[in-house]
């Protein structure tokens, strides 16, 4: 498994809000799940047709960035994130 740091912004209505996430995944793809489904509130959450991951509530998030950590950055963003 690789390390990923994944910034997810958060659409609540008119209301933006950026939020990280350290996550451990095989790919890129399984990091933004393994994110968004931390972050998200509803067993039912998935994506939506256009590509917006979505909760079934107010809630709409997407992913602004993942980017790949070494195992020592893990460890280092892991004690402040």
Same mark, same amino acid.
């Given at each position: %498994?690789?390390?990923?740091?994944? %910034?997810?912004?958060?659409?609540?209505?008119?209301? $933006?809000?950026?939020?990280?996430?350290?996550?451990? #995944?095989?790919? &890129? *793809? =399984? #990091?933004? &799940?393994? #994110?968004?489904?931390?972050?998200?509130?509803? $067993?039912? #959450?998935?994506? *939506?047709? *256009?590509? +917006?991951?979505? *909760? =079934?509530? $107010?809630?709409?998030?997407?992913?602004? +960035?993942?980017?790949?950590?070494?195992? $020592? &950055?893990? +460890?280092?963003?892991?004690?402040?994130?």
């Amino acid at each position: %498994m690789k390390n990923y740091v994944v %910034m997810i912004r958060i659409f609540i209505g008119c209301y $933006e809000k950026n939020i990280r996430h350290l996550v451990s #995944a095989n790919d &890129e *793809d =399984g #990091a933004h &799940e393994e #994110a968004l489904r931390g972050e998200s509130h509803n $067993e039912d #959450a998935g994506y *939506d047709d *256009d590509g +917006s991951w979505w *909760d =079934g509530s $107010e809630f709409v998030y997407r992913v602004v +960035s993942c980017k790949e950590v070494t195992p $020592e &950055e893990f +460890s280092v963003l892991n004690k402040y994130l």
